[in-house]
């Protein structure tokens, strides 16, 4: 009978009494009497004072709130880890290949209007909830509609199976990064021990015929000598362990233990570096770029449009994915981040900022990646076709560092490409960590809260034991397995029914107040729109375009029907906790469908 509601409330009358609760949604003030004269000040979320005033003119109350939550040192550590999560690995090798395949410039169109409409508003809707609700992906679900808890479980599944893979590949950029300490970089000729007859040599020389089973000593390099693939018979046979590539990956989850261990303060300082320098990499490396003879071949390439290509539907589904995965909504990762925020941030700037700066750099990288790859097609004497045809982890780690060992000091540039590949994903692998760290802490408090290293080092060791097998000889097949199935359509179908759930089931003017009490203002109809039915079907769109099943090859082999069953089960193992979930939600809660989907739980008032 004491509890009052604060929600939208500016001033509010009430006896006085000591240690009243009010409840302003999910957090608790304790209300004090004061003298007095006494001036009333309230500390909820580091928010603007608030007054509060009894129309008896009885004597004021101090409001104040406990807690421990983790805040950022500076609003530059968010913006920085937003960005540096959203501008990873993908930005360089997706966006340019599906660029130009998908109509050079004119492809900017389907990918602007996907961005407006689809990826900007999911992007700040996911920033406003962790802003909001303070709490991670598994959680936060009690304060929206409990019924659809299960996403979080799932956001969690799917970051760990990313965590499987993903740091292999920075694995295998350091392992470039030290390969390229040398006066000669290994890949460029035939004379070592992994090379084979079929190595064709054509640096500093003309006339060198190619053939259909001619390798350039860059893909040797690659898949004979960093991978060893040609040890594995395909995913029944992966062999192996290579020990020089688990040396790697300890070295990368060593750094990512200890940037993520003391939580947001800690990661809030690594990124500084990590964010920043592929920037000032990307900017080296296009102004040499743009300077190769040949470069115009490669940007015209890439921008000329080809407007007869909007009028194809999988243009249209490219480039919604692509932002999609680009700006990065679903993985629970905003929702993290975002927590740490003070109540009142200007989530609506940031999500405009950093959403800017990601497809900007998706932009600039397609001018570094091409400039180089239109020097390699004049050195050949060959279309630019034909030597941009690989995409993936093969453009990085075949096609470009061939590019830059043509360059004077190329050295030096192959050091700062792979140094710059790695810091790419080292933050998106905080950011991806953070997800399932801020997740878990959140909802088991009581087991965790005080144990944040422990937890943070048990989920190191986890993640990399589930690496193990993406380091075997045939490990390049598992990662391609991971990427196709452990994420794709399972991380598209939870941000279609996170969207689903926010715009329908808590209520767009719900959602909107909420937004309200922490910007001062509510949003505009078009964000609402975007929420209600543009977001949605534009997710939509996605997932049933993916679920259609594609052959899958890597290197020319081709994944046996078997495989692709156990990545269908892969996918299936992450998203069937959300309808398990919700079968357990409504066996064991008592009331009608629309009761349990609207119940929102209430954390208990701390004690007196």
């Not at 009333?40 to 004072?49: I, L, N």
């Not at 000032?280 to 921008?303: E, Q």
């Not at 590019?403 to 905080?430: E, H, P, Q, W």
Request: proline share 6%; glycine share 8%; net charge neutral.
């Amino acid at each position: 009978p004491d509890c009052l509601s604060l929600t939208g409330l500016q001033t509010i009358s009430f006896p006085l009494k000591p240690a009243v609760f009010l409840t302003s949604h999910r957090h608790w003030f304790t209300v004090r009497p004061t003298m007095p004269g006494q001036e009333s000040t309230a500390a909820a979320h580091g928010s603007p004072k608030l007054g509060y005033t009894n129309t008896n003119s009885a004597p004021v109350p101090v409001m104040t709130q406990t807690d421990s939550r983790d805040k950022w040192s500076k609003k530059m550590d968010f913006l920085l880890s937003v960005i540096g999560f959203a501008v990873d690995l993908g930005n360089v090798w997706r966006f340019p290949y599906i660029c130009y395949q998908n109509g050079g410039g004119a492809f900017l169109i389907p990918y602007i209007l996907m961005a407006i409409f689809g990826g900007v508003p999911l992007f700040y809707m996911e920033l406003a909830l962790g802003q909001f609700h303070r709490t991670g992906a598994i959680s936060i679900w009690k304060h929206i509609c409990p019924i659809f808890k299960g996403i979080g479980y799932s956001i969690c599944i799917i970051a760990l199976y990313v965590s499987f893979y993903y740091n292999t590949i920075i694995a295998w950029a350091l392992f470039y990064f030290y390969s390229s300490f040398s006066t000669t970089l290994p890949w460029t000729n035939c004379d070592n021990a992994w090379n084979t007859p079929d190595c064709t040599n054509y640096f500093g020389r003309d006339n060198v015929t190619w053939t259909n089973s001619s390798k350039s000593p860059a893909e040797e390099f690659y898949t004979r000598n960093v991978l060893e693939i040609h040890r594995a018979d395909g995913l029944r046979d992966v062999g192996g362990v290579r020990w020089q590539l688990m040396l790697c990956l300890f070295l990368i989850f060593t750094i990512v233990y200890f940037s993520l261990w003391k939580g947001v303060k800690t990661s809030g300082k690594v990124v500084w570096v990590t964010a920043t320098l592929p920037y000032v990499v990307l900017l080296i490396l296009l102004v040499r770029g743009a300077t190769l003879p040949g470069a115009w071949r490669g940007v015209v390439f890439y921008l000329k449009p080809q407007w007869s290509k909007l009028l194809e539907t999988s243009v249209w589904v490219d480039a919604a994915a692509q932002i999609f995965f680009s700006l990065g909504p679903g993985f629970g990762v905003l929702l993290a981040l975002s927590s740490y925020n003070p109540f009142t941030n200007n989530c609506y700037r940031d999500a405009i900022v950093t959403s800017l700066v990601n497809c900007l750099t998706s932009l600039v990288s397609g001018f570094v990646i091409f400039t180089v790859l239109g020097h390699m097609a004049e050195m050949r004497n060959m279309e630019v076709a034909d030597v941009a045809r690989d995409k993936g982890p093969s453009l990085l780690f075949i096609t470009y560092p061939e590019a830059i060992a043509n360059m004077r000091g190329s050295t030096f540039f192959a050091i700062i490409f792979f140094v710059m590949m790695i810091t790419l994903g080292l933050d998106s692998t905080f950011g991806g960590l953070e997800a399932i760290i801020t997740a878990v802490l959140d909802e088991y408090p009581d087991t965790f809260a005080h144990r944040r290293e422990l937890f943070v080092l048990l989920l190191v060791i986890v993640c990399f034991l589930g690496s193990l097998s993406t380091l075997t000889h045939g490990g390049a097949y598992v990662v391609k397995l991971l990427e196709e199935f452990g994420v794709g359509s399972s991380i598209i179908a939870v941000g279609f029914l996170e969207a689903i759930a926010v715009s329908w089931f808590y209520g767009i003017n719900r959602f909107s107040n909420d937004i309200k009490s922490m910007l001062g203002s509510a949003p505009g109809m078009f964000w609402k729109v975007c929420w209600v039915v543009i977001s949605p079907a534009f997710l939509y769109i996605i997932v049933s375009s993916l679920v259609r099943p594609q052959p899958l090859t890597l290197f020319e082999y081709k994944y046996p029907d078997w495989s692709i069953m156990v990545g269908y089960m892969v996918g299936l193992s992450s998203f069937m906790w959300i309808p398990i979930y919700m079968v357990y939600k409504l066996v064991w809660t008592p009331g009608s469908l629309k009761q349990v989907c609207r119940s929102i739980e209430k954390p208990s008032p701390p004690p007196v």
